[in-house]
């Protein structure tokens, strides 16, 4: 290839119009599943403070936040559930009449052809906030794989189009498909939470779910942030075991390690943009160090640059106006 000054990259930079023809990385509404935290009562739509323009939604205001997402042409939406109370085992996870079942429903009712994810983990529906059974102080992985069956289970049941795993034990994907597959939910996909690392960036969304651990943390079973090689091998096991998309969590911290499972597995790859990555781009666009906009819109680029197929970010419905020309 010639060198300057017969070659000059500058020339693909001059304009608007040149710019967009030589862009090789382009976002759109598609690329976008929006999480939504939805939780009892009537009338409810209360702020999260930790998460700024982000709500908890009771089911008869659900509509309403639906059909914003419809509109502005987003994929389809991420269901955390808020429960009316919590035990040791959170039964309200796997309830057929449970918090999540419940939004499906409404959804489904009226938008059959939203995609709608339900996430699988019992941190949301435990006293101790912890994502599974709690034995002599550790959580019990193979005493867990059961009721995060049963709750992908019932959440099919009630419409789900794809079940969501993340509660990071062991054999949680081979024990959900085998549970799906007995109940005449094959078709149903399993979206794994496959590196799921134990990050700090959670913070503002353990506030949002009221899911903080009581006691000690998810290190012991949450991935280590230094490690990208057993990255690859939790994703590999769960392809094994049959997942059908899978995700790495945080995005903007774990690029690197997005791009190298994209090099590995043909499957979709799915980057969750994590609530400490949305909140801290909200503050200090708050506090007139980012324009929002533009920073929002380069995150999100850079995920689906480094080989995301699918973006979970709580960002989605201003990021789509923004990618029409709203402001």
């Not at 089911?59 to 509109?71: G, K």
């Not at 309200?92 to 983990?121: H, S």
């Not at 969304?205 to 899911?211: N, T």
């Not at 949305?278 to 506090?287: D, I």
Request: charged content about 25%.
């Amino acid at each position: 290839m010639a060198g300057f000054p017969v070659t000059r990259l500058r020339r693909l930079r001059g304009s608007e119009s040149v710019r967009r023809i030589a862009q090789e990385t382009r976002l759109s509404a598609q690329d976008f599943i929006y999480p939504l935290f939805v939780t009892h009562g009537f009338d409810r739509r209360e702020p999260i403070p930790t998460m700024p323009g982000c709500f908890q939604v009771s089911l008869d205001r659900l509509p309403e936040e639906i059909l914003e997402v419809v509109e502005l042409g987003i994929s389809g939406v991420l269901l955390f559930g808020i429960p009316a109370y919590k035990d040791g085992v959170g039964t309200d996870a796997y309830a057929e009449q449970g918090i999540v079942q419940e939004a499906v429903r409404v959804i489904k009712t009226r938008w059959p052809n939203l995609l709608v994810v339900t996430d699988v983990c019992l941190c949301e529906y435990t006293d101790h906030g912890h994502c599974g059974i709690v034995r002599d102080g550790q959580v019990d992985n193979d005493a867990t794989l059961d009721l995060l069956s049963r709750t992908a289970v019932t959440q099919a049941r009630a419409g789900a189009d794809i079940v969501a795993p993340s509660a990071m034990m062991d054999g949680q994907v081979a024990a959900i498909r085998k549970a799906l597959d007995a109940e005449g939910l094959k078709d149903t996909p399993i979206m794994a939470y496959a590196a799921k690392y134990a990050s700090a960036f959670y913070g503002p969304f353990r506030v949002a779910a009221g899911s903080a651990p009581q006691f000690g943390d998810r290190r012991g079973y949450q991935m280590d942030p230094a490690n990208w090689r057993m990255a690859l091998r939790e994703v590999e096991l769960d392809v094994e075991e049959g997942a059908d998309l899978v995700m790495v969590k945080p995005a903007l911290a774990y690029l690197d390690v997005i791009a190298r499972v994209r090099d590995r597995v043909s499957l979709p790859l799915v980057a969750y943009n994590v609530s400490g990555e949305y909140s801290m781009v909200k503050a200090a666009a708050k506090n007139g160090w980012l324009d929002e906009r533009r920073a929002t819109l380069e995150v999100l680029t850079a995920i689906k640059r480094a080989g995301a197929d699918v973006i979970l970010t709580y960002h989605a419905k201003e990021a789509a106006r923004w990618l029409r020309g709203e402001r």
